[in-house]
């Protein structure tokens, strides 16, 4: 649930996309847990949970995503799922991937890498003028080269719903072998792995079901006649405490599931839309629980930060979290926020306010950069070079913002499809 702030108040926390509030059972199943594993050791607390390690918690999964328990396995995350999932494949020189723009930076590593390795090519489906995946593209090229496709349920960078299931229905007759990440999805779609027909889905435990940190899972589709020079798929598994905490999770989730719930996103798009200067980043025909958003003039930390001091949770998302999405290539970084079951209409009424009330400040400041200057907290100042004198290329005022390094990762060479 959302927790109060310092001052007693009510958090709007509206990034449950990054982390999800852990309900009160849940912290305290993990911190029971935590303590015994600690006193005593982990295998008497694995002595202890054996029901729940060994087959409540694969009941729960196989009940969330509509398949049987046994095809389904715990992992410490969505990520590393994937990547123990492409070890364990065979491809070659003549072989094409297919990824989305929706892919995030650690997929795309995993997927960079089994490039590297196999010396296939790795291209990326193109994305129509209004946001969707190009099905029409996908159906014109796919052939018998195509070995493997990675899709994303629901998109993180701006909560587009992709059409997993019309794509596994295309690629069915087809080699191809379709892997889905739900880490976006799990816990705020329905997700049925069995009638989307992937051959591996994968999630994190820690967002929208609101368990702890280092839980993940996927489902494996069974294969009938395995290759044999395809390893055993045994990704690592989390902690037993984290574990019984997921299960917790898990079962939290599906007595709230069951409850009335409000669509609270086209309250938030509204809330966006009508604020002067503020951008909404396109997310296709249809979205669901993330919406990405950015003004033109004030950097989007100054935003995030100026919101959290009034008690309102969201994310700055930065290019190298989706780099092949649009929304990850815009010349400044958005914001994200993200809603859940327990957010309320006056979440977002929060929200509306505390974001009317930041801009106002930021104009402010950046009109009277002195005065600016002293009554943000923490507030920026001119870089300063030796004997405290202004640094290069400063035109000795104080400025409203200050520019900060970027810590650029890897670079991704991909294919990119025309």
Aim: proline share 8%.
């Amino acid at each position: 649930m959302n927790a109060p702030t310092h001052h007693g108040e009510r958090t709007a926390h509206l990034d449950t996309a990054g982390t999800g509030r852990m309900p009160e059972a849940v912290r305290t199943v993990l911190a029971r847990c935590t303590a015994l594993d600690d006193r005593l050791g982990t295998a008497a607390l694995q002595e202890s949970l054996g029901d729940v390690l060994h087959t409540r918690i694969h009941e729960r999964l196989g009940a969330l995503l509509s398949v049987p328990a046994a095809d389904t396995f715990l992992a410490t995350g969505a990520a590393q799922a994937f990547e123990t999932y492409l070890h364990g494949i065979t491809l070659g020189p003549g072989d094409r991937i297919w990824t989305t723009p929706h892919e995030g930076v650690a997929n795309l590593t995993a997927l960079h890498a089994l490039r590297d390795r196999t010396r296939c090519r790795l291209e990326v489906v193109p994305l129509r003028p209004d946001g969707d995946l190009d099905l029409d593209w996908m159906r014109t090229h796919l052939d018998e080269d195509v070995a493997l496709v990675s899709a994303v349920h629901l998109s993180p960078a701006c909560g587009t719903v992709n059409p997993v299931h019309d794509i596994g229905r295309l690629l069915a007759p087809h080699r191809a072998r379709y892997t889905v990440d739900a880490s976006h999805s799990a816990g705020r779609l329905p997700v049925d792995a069995a009638r989307i027909g992937c051959h591996l889905l994968t999630a994190d435990g820690w967002r929208f079901l609101r368990g702890p940190h280092n839980t993940g899972f996927a489902y494996i589709a069974p294969t009938p006649h395995p290759a044999p020079s395809e390893a055993p798929y045994r990704p690592a598994a989390p902690e037993p405490a984290a574990v019984a905490a997921l299960d917790t999770a898990l079962a939290h989730h599906t007595a709230t599931a069951r409850l009335p719930h409000e669509d609270l996103l086209p309250l938030l798009r509204a809330a966006v839309r009508h604020t002067p200067g503020m951008e909404l980043l396109a997310g296709g025909q249809e979205q669901a629980a993330i919406l990405a958003f950015r003004h033109a003039q004030i950097p989007a930390a100054a935003i995030r930060q100026g919101l959290a001091r009034r008690g309102v949770v969201l994310a700055k998302t930065v290019a190298h979290e989706t780099p092949l999405h649009p929304a990850g290539r815009v010349t400044a970084p958005a914001l994200r926020a993200s809603l859940h079951h327990d957010n309320t209409a006056q979440d977002i009424d929060r929200f509306r306010q505390a974001l009317a009330e930041v801009l106002l400040e930021e104009r402010r400041a950046a009109a009277h950069p002195a005065r600016g200057a002293l009554a943000a907290a923490g507030a920026a100042t001119t870089p300063l070079g030796p004997a405290g004198q202004a640094g290069p290329g400063s035109s000795g005022a104080p400025s409203p913002y200050r520019a900060r390094p970027v810590r650029r990762r890897g670079h991704l060479t991909l294919h990119r499809a025309t």
